[in-house]
């Protein structure tokens, strides 16, 4: 993280951090831990890891 903050703003490197591990987390749940994979959850995972490559587009 304190890489990217150099060339990115910082509230913008903590939303990636942040959003590239909740994305993760339950990416991990869902495939190792069966947990439930609905339409909601994947929806919502996506506009999550869409918004986290937004941020980060538009950061410059």
Known sequence: MNK??????M???YAVWTGIGAAG???VGMIFFKEPTDFWRLFFIATLILSVAGLKFVAN
Do not use: K, R
């Open 11 to 13: 509230g913008t490197a």
């Open 25 to 27: 987390t339950v990416i």
């Open 4 to 9: 990217a903050s150099q060339g990115i703003p």
